[in-house]
């Protein structure tokens, strides 16, 4: 089995966020509030934003 980069996993491992909340909604009836949506969006795109940084900086070298 080959190992992937970092950088490169990082952005799927967040999608665990929009999981939590949609078991939280499924099974407690939990609704999150807007800072924790906010807080989620910036997550994952400022390590969207640094894979896809690494990847250009990677391939030019």
Known sequence: MKLAEVTALTPV??????????????LFGEIPDWGVWVGGALIFA?????????RQLNGKN
Not at 13 to 26: P, Q, Y
Not at 46 to 54: C, H, K, N, V
């Open 13 to 26: 491992e967040f999608t665990k966020l929009i999981w939590v909340a949609i078991f939280g909604f499924l």
């Open 46 to 54: 400022a390590t969207t934003y640094m894979s896809l940084r690494e």
